[in-house]
């Protein structure tokens, strides 16, 4: 079972707005570093934000990640459908000295 | 270029040992703050980190897998190994291997394999 929680699905229209909180504790997201990972059908995980704000080269700025206390979000600014995904928050955890993934968020574009 | 690819037995038999590897190219394990990430994920469920080896040899693992996991690398070869015991249908999953950059204890993985799937099955 992950320590970190996330809602297990969002929704939007093309062009709207989508947040996905990421909960945790002072273990985890309190103290670390969070990233976003980015899962599309059927293909590997893919780096989406790291160290709680950054984009990897190549990630469109319509993606962008905070962290306040111990949760995170991340937000979809003008959703498209090639975002239609499962999204994965993570973060070191001191207590369990390993890493720790979300529950996962499908999102769906209506 | 940065590649990373995951190989090893498709089915194991319960109880059984699965033995990984990751083979890559385009970094080194020599490197400081680079390390190798094993993450797997059930059918329809999340991912699920598993183990991570760094540069200098330090080891993390999942504290609900410990006692099953070890993880080891052959730097001049450029390879990760990954061995799990006592294999349970509970543990037929995909499997992943990624690159990661060590930042504080954690870090961020921002090259993948494509994954191996293992079927746990008699």
């Known amino acids: 079972q992950s320590v970190l929680t996330q809602p297990p699905s969002a929704s939007g229209t093309p062009g709207q707005w989508v947040t996905i909180s990421c909960s945790g504790s002072g273990s985890n997201i309190g103290s670390e570093k969070v990233n976003w990972y980015q899962q599309l059908p059927g293909k590997a995980p893919t780096l989406l934000i790291y160290?709680?704000?950054q984009r990897p080269s190549g990630v469109p700025d319509r993606f962008s990640g905070s962290k306040f206390g111990t949760s995170a979000s991340l937000a979809i600014s003008g959703l498209q459908s090639e975002d239609e995904a499962d999204y994965y928050c993570?973060?070191?955890?001191?207590?369990?000295?390993?890493?720790?993934f979300g529950t996962g968020t499908k999102v769906t574009v209506l | 270029q940065v590649t990373l690819r995951e190989s090893g037995p498709a089915l194991v038999k319960p109880t059984q040992t699965l033995t990984l590897t990751c083979t890559f190219s385009g970094f080194s394990l020599s490197t400081s703050g680079m390390c190798v990430s094993w993450i797997r994920q059930p059918p329809g469920k999340a991912l699920e980190w598993l183990a991570r080896?760094?540069?200098?040899?330090?080891?993390y693992y999942s504290t609900t897998l410990k006692t099953r996991l070890t993880i080891s690398k052959d730097t001049p070869k450029n390879q990760v190994v990954l061995t799990m015991t006592n294999m349970d249908p509970a543990d037929t999953a995909t499997y992943y291997c990624a690159r990661t950059h060590r930042v504080r204890n954690g870090g961020h993985s921002d090259y993948w394999g494509q994954g191996t799937l293992v079927t746990v099955s008699s």
């Open positions: 160290i709680n704000d």
């Open positions: 080896i760094d540069w200098d040899d330090d080891k």
């Open positions: 993570a973060a070191w955890d001191d207590s369990l000295k390993g890493y720790v």
